[in-house]
């Protein structure tokens, strides 16, 4: 699904050297790597701070500690997102509650938020999914009529970029209360490991942010709060300038590769393309078809068989997931999140497809599909 390897033979010199500087300073943790990082991606997103830590996940759920919700408080988020989202709100003890979403874009319905909504509502956690940005307009809307917390779930949309019907532009994971990434390796912004971050342009937020990800500790080994460990490696960091100087290159070769993907299967009745939301940019962390009237696990085996990965994100909805049953929900209750789990299907997506490949990939899937 992504070509980790030709990506890091390109910048190769600059990356080897990056670590050899780490290395030869000792500086493993917290080194002056990881403050030069976080100053460029700050600077790139146009925000006030950004809080690095050591995935997404943990990014989710030191936002949500730091935002002082506490147990029994109800959080929404969609239904048809990897499983991190939903996850930490468990964890923490407030009560998940997903929604719908929209069958065009993928991401969260707006108007299903608010009709989830009860007294004990706090927060939302909206997530752009595959790469462009959720109805922000209407979620910052509803979220300012009920005071709730907004948390962007940007894990898979950094670079992308929202333009308000006002006009206002801003970078995916910096319009909510909090944004939160990931730098896991397939990400649009890899590291060479584990990695994350929080964004937000609130200084007092900030201030406690750092204070979660370093156990609660406002003043050396004193612990006002219970925190957590989670820290960003500075090699892990060295490598993300790199790669963060041409993350609008990459998210262009992406949109190259889309484009192309596009124009072969676009009117074809087997295969719906990835509807581009107009508000946002599209970076393509995924390349989503959502099937009908094929088998699509025959095509998913076939593309194997011709050694073309090809992925289902995601076959299970939420709240049909063991760990996650609930009396509250049934089968049938999220007619488009279940439909999506049964038709989507998701093709090789990264910065080096070349011509070749893709007209490949194109060629198989409208080989079976045309059957
Ligand atoms: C990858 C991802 C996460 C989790 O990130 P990790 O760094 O793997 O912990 C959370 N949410 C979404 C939507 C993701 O795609």
Same mark, same amino acid.
């Given at each position: ?16 050297? +990056? ?40 990014? @989710? ?26 996850? /930490?709100? +468990? @964890? @923490?003890?407030?009560? %998940?509650?997903?929604?719908? /979403? ?11 938020? *608010? ?11 909206? /997530?752009? @999914? ?124 992406? *949109? ?17 393309? %990835? ?14 078809? /959502?099937?009908?009237?094929i088998?699509?696990?025959a095509l998913?085996?076939f ?5 073309? %990965? ?12 063991? +760990? ?5 929900? *049934? ?35 409208l080989e079976f599909v045309n059957r």
């Amino acid at each position: 699904m992504v070509d980790l390897k030709r990506q890091y033979e390109k910048i190769k010199l600059e990356i080897d050297q +990056a670590i050899t500087e780490v290395i030869n300073s000792t500086a493993f943790i917290n080194g002056p790597a990881v403050k030069s990082f976080q100053e460029d991606l700050e600077q790139y997103l146009g925000v006030g701070h950004v809080i690095p830590c050591a995935n997404g996940t943990d990014a @989710l759920q030191v936002a949500m500690m730091a935002l002082g919700l506490k147990p029994g408080d109800e959080v929404i988020t969609t239904n048809f997102t990897f499983i991190a989202t939903a996850e /930490v709100i +468990a @964890l @923490l003890g407030f009560t %998940p509650v997903v929604v719908d /979403v929209d069958p065009d874009t993928f991401n969260i319905d707006p108007e299903a938020v *608010r009709r989830a909504i009860t007294p004990r509502t706090r927060a939302v956690v909206p /997530v752009h @999914l595959f790469g462009q940005c959720a109805d922000m307009d209407a979620i910052m809307q509803i979220a300012d009529e009920y005071k709730l917390f907004v948390i962007e779930d940007n894990c898979q949309a950094i670079g992308a970029a929202y333009t308000f019907k006002n006009g206002t532009r801003k970078m995916a994971g910096t319009i909510g209360h909090v944004g939160c990434t990931s730098f896991f390796p397939s990400k649009n912004l890899g590291c060479y490991g584990d990695g994350g971050a929080i964004f937000t342009n609130d200084d007092d937020l900030a201030k406690q942010l750092r204070v979660v990800v370093n156990h609660g500790m406002t003043v050396r080994y004193y612990h006002d709060y219970v925190g957590v460990n989670s820290r960003l490696d500075s090699i892990q960091a060295a490598v993300l300038k790199v790669k963060l100087a041409r993350l609008d290159q990459y998210a262009e070769a992406r *949109r190259k590769a889309a484009d192309y993907y596009d124009k072969a299967f676009s009117g074809h009745s087997a295969l719906k393309i %990835p509807t581009r939301f107009e508000r946002s940019t599209h970076v393509f962390h995924q390349y989503t078809l /959502v099937t009908s009237g094929i088998d699509r696990a025959a095509l998913q085996e076939f593309l194997t068989s011709r050694e073309i %990965p090809a992925m289902i994100y995601y076959p299970v909805p939420l709240h049909m997931q063991k +760990a996650y049953l609930d009396p509250r929900y *049934r089968e049938g209750d999220f007619p488009v999140t279940e439909h999506l789990c049964n038709t989507v299907i998701s093709l090789p997506m990264h910065t080096e497809l070349d011509e070749e490949q893709l007209e490949y990939i194109t060629k198989s899937v409208l080989e079976f599909v045309n059957r």
